[in-house]
Structures are given as C-alpha cells and as structure tokens.
C-alpha cells in the first residue's frame, strides 16, 4: 500500500455529564457543579445561569420530600424535577462544551474545573491519497481527500513509470476501483478534483505492487 503525508489533528477534549441513579446522588451531583461554576472565571457568564440550576435543586428536593410522604401525585411532580434539572445540566454541559473548543489546548482543564468529566474523542487523521490491492487479482482501490459535496473527480494510471497515462471512469465520490491492471508490476496512480470553479492539478502520484 502507499499513501501520501499524513497530519494528526489535535485531540477534543469533550466535556461529559455522568448522571446518578440514585436521586440524592444527583442532587449532590448538580450541587457540586454550582460550587465548581460559582466564581469560576472560566465561566463568566453561564447559561443556563446558576441560579436557576440553585432553583431546581430546590425544586427537586422539596418535590422528593413530599414523594416520600405519600402526597397524592407527588411521585410524578418529582419525576418532572428530576427531568427538568437533567435538561438544565444538559444545556449546561453545553455551554461548557463551547467555552472548551474556544480553548482546545485546556479544554480538558476547563471542563474538569467545572465538575465535569471529561471524554477525550479518538485523534483521527484525515482521509489520504492512497492505493491499496483490490478484491481480485490485477485490481486495484484508490481513495482520494474529499473535495467537498459537489465535486467530481478524474483518474488516471500508469504501468510505465509515468511515462504515460491511461484514463479510467470519473466518479463523483472520491474513491474508485481500477481493474485490468498488469498483476506483478508497480502502477502509479493520479487524480484531480473537478469543482464549479474549475479542474484542479493532477495530484502527486502514489505507486502499488499489483498483485
């Protein structure tokens, strides 16, 4: 196989909101976020505001003791504070979230400042202009970096060493399968991206061991 350069993208750090089973742990849970948030100058100005996360704990605890005490209908007036304190620690979470990717360098560290824990996303490298041995003998696959939604892409190959360039199909996805090819010999491959504005240049050519 051979494939062009590749670049690593720097890591996500992405902020994660780890919800309790148990109704006090929860409880615990939001009101250590407050505590972490209050006069955390990484968070100037939080939304939803931390009065109103205050608020629903409030809310939820009062609603949990009158569950407890049998109150008619008070079991689902506490689910409803329960689901309503989720959705605040939801929206907060991503209020977080943009406060991280403004900072990717401490974003793990602004995240976990706020009493959140933090799930970093696998470094991905992109996609490259590569050719590797197709599903039958003297075939090949070629995928190329995508030009964007509208693009189209041309292909070429060569079993001379570039000297000269056969042409095979377009294909409006940046990947094809070339077939035919001489099994045993090394063929370079080549592409370009056709976009509204106009042809781009023939990339620079990856070579393949044709089995």
Do not use: C
């Not at 409880?27 to 608020?55: C, D, E, H, R």
């Not at 504070?81 to 793990?108: H, I």
């Not at 041995?133 to 970096?145: F, H, L, N, T, Y």
């Amino acid at each position: 196989m051979s494939k062009s350069k590749t670049k690593t993208l720097t890591p996500r750090a992405m902020a994660s909101v780890k919800l309790p089973k148990r109704l006090a742990d929860l409880i615990t849970y939001a009101q250590a976020i407050v505590k972490a948030m209050t006069g955390n100058p990484s968070f100037p100005t939080p939304a939803p505001t931390l009065a109103a996360l205050i608020a629903a704990i409030d809310d939820l605890q009062i609603a949990e003791t009158a569950a407890l005490s049998r109150v008619k209908g008070a079991v689902a007036v506490r689910n409803d504070k329960r689901a309503a304190l989720v959705r605040l620690l939801q929206q907060l979470k991503a209020y977080v979230q943009t406060v991280a990717d403004a900072n990717v360098e401490n974003g793990g560290a602004i995240i976990q400042s706020a009493s959140l824990s933090v799930k970093k996303t696998p470094v991905l490298k992109p996609r490259v202009f590569e050719a590797v041995q197709g599903a039958i003998s003297g075939s090949a696959k070629v995928v190329a970096p995508s030009a964007g939604l509208r693009a189209s892409y041309e292909w070429e190959y060569s079993a001379d060493g570039g000297k000269t360039w056969v042409s095979v199909p377009g294909t409006l996805q940046a990947k094809t399968t070339v077939t035919g090819l001489p099994a045993g010999s090394t063929v370079m491959f080549r592409y370009k991206a056709i976009l509204k504005a106009g042809a781009g240049d023939w990339s620079q050519p990856v070579a393949l061991l044709v089995k």
